[in-house]
């Protein structure tokens, strides 16, 4: 049998238990390589974790989680600060210590690899290439920030030649990498702690076009610009959004989509003319996309409520994010579309409160509760919270209900009385905005409209010119 490639190794991650760092370990697990990790909190990627026995991710961060091994390597998620205690003690020990990027780097030199960059649609359209690699038969490696419901992981290594990776710019992380086939979606400047301006982030996303050989970019001219070299526009045409899915136009064949919106037709005319490029029989892959369910926290059905309004969840976190998630809501045909939403880092919040507020005015009754800081601090930015958007909402659309809630529990109860049959209620955001959505239908019955009224009646702040937040 023949030696791994990584065997011998000894990794230790910083931050293992986040979407895309767990999926690392598994890659590394897979190479041969023996994984410890750590992370702040539990998450379900670090129970999959243990559930496959790839490492028992430890919760907490202490020096003591170290292991003493010689030629230990550490590396660590972006959202870990400089001074982490497990970071502090690695560099006192002298051992090697890395960002996220160069362990992603390596892996992306181990196989031939599809780079999913973009502002917006990485994690869908990633798993739409991935599903339909899969369904052609050549069982890529894939690494996503999402789970793919397909095979219920965020990352396998599988045993073919291609491996399918987003391409991240939040941390410039994609300019490590090795890329065959690039994959842009979009570009917005969102993340304003790393990018000072659009020109800025342009520049590093011309950067990462100037490597590949091939690269599958939508065909909008700011974006096909900022390619010198082999390209293949894509678009999607003909899109009719009846009956909750999508169908569309790929050079002269129909292709219906059981995913909703025409973002989605977007996200899969791209994986489309990736699967093209490889070479992939277009029949399987196809049919593939057909059957595709989409990714964890991207549109997912959650359930239902003991009052029959039935939950999603997304993880849009980008004013053009709520847009398409809201226009997707709508093609389904619910009474009311009832938008819950966690604004995610208090930088994105100060800067896009009044996109946001215009993007959620789309909703029948807006819901926001306060920021998931992530990385960022409450301190360093003073007078920013989720009630600057809650105050957009009421702005951008005189009239509509809109709850500024900040806390989940209050949330949750408010939410009990509101939601009824015929709602269709969408959780939103990067954070832990799910947990909502997963009370509100596991928990039936368990709070009832009289606690729903208290909680509104208590909840209520003015917003700007006097008017209220709650209406």
């Not at 069982?139 to 396998?156: C, H, K, Q, V």
């Not at 709520?322 to 093609?331: D, S």
């Not at 009311?336 to 029948?364: I, N």
Request: proline fraction near 4%; include cysteine.
């Amino acid at each position: 049998m023949s030696r791994l490639p990584w065997a011998g190794r000894r990794l230790h991650i910083v931050g293992v238990g986040g979407a895309g760092m767990s999926a690392y370990a598994r890659a590394a697990a897979r190479l041969g390589a023996s994984v410890t990790g750590s992370d702040q909190a539990e998450s379900p990627f670090a129970e999959g974790l243990r559930a496959d026995g790839v490492l028992d991710a430890m919760i907490g961060h202490d020096p003591g989680n170290l292991p003493d091994a010689a030629g230990l390597e550490v590396f660590f998620s972006s959202a870990i600060e400089p001074d982490n205690v497990e970071l502090v003690a690695a560099r006192g020990r002298g051992l090697s210590v890395a960002p996220r990027a160069d362990l992603l780097g390596e892996l992306s030199r181990l196989r031939r690899t599809i780079g999913v960059a973009g502002a917006h649609g990485k994690t869908t359209t990633a798993s739409m290439i991935a599903t339909a690699l899969r369904g052609c038969g050549l069982d890529p490696g894939y690494l996503i920030g999402g789970t793919l419901r397909a095979s219920g992981r965020n990352g396998e290594w599988g045993t073919g030649e291609w491996l399918v990776v987003e391409a991240d710019e939040s941390d410039r992380s994609m300019l490590a990498l090795d890329v065959e086939v690039a994959v842009l979606t979009s570009v917005e400047l969102d993340h304003h702690a790393a990018f000072g301006s659009l020109l800025e982030l342009e520049g590093a996303y011309r950067e990462f076009l100037s490597g590949p050989p091939d690269a599958v970019i939508w065909n909008r001219p700011e974006l096909l610009g900022l390619r010198d070299g082999r390209v293949v526009a894509y678009d999607a045409r003909v899109v009719d959004l009846a009956g909750g899915g999508a169908r569309f136009d790929f050079h002269g064949r129909s292709v219906t989509l059981g995913v909703p919106g025409a973002h989605n037709a977007l996200n899969a005319a791209a994986a489309l003319e990736v699967c093209r490029v490889v070479g992939a029989d277009m029949d399987l892959a196809i049919a593939s996309l057909e059957a595709f369910a989409g990714a964890g926290r991207r549109f997912e059905l959650l359930g239902t409520t003991d009052r029959g309004a039935v939950v999603y969840d997304d993880y849009a976190h980008h004013p053009t994010e709520l847009r398409a998630t809201l226009a997707a809501a709508r093609t389904l045909g619910f009474r009311r579309v009832v938008a819950v939403f966690q604004p995610h880092l208090y930088s994105r919040t100060r800067q896009l409160a009044r996109e946001f507020g215009a993007a959620l005015a789309a909703a029948d009754l807006v819901v926001v509760v306060d920021v998931y800081p992530a990385r960022e601090r409450a301190v360093d930015f003073p007078g920013v919270s989720g009630r600057l958007i809650a105050a957009a909402v009421v702005d951008a659309a005189v009239g509509l209900p809109v709850y500024w809630l900040p806390g989940i529990d209050d949330a949750e109860r408010v939410l009990r009385g509101l939601l009824a049959d015929g709602d269709l209620c969408l959780v939103i955001g990067a954070g832990d905005i799910d947990r909502l959505g997963r009370r509100l239908v596991a928990g039936a019955g368990e709070a009832g409209v009289g606690e729903a009224g208290a909680g509104a009646a208590g909840a209520g702040a003015a917003g700007r010119s006097g008017r209220p937040v709650v209406s």
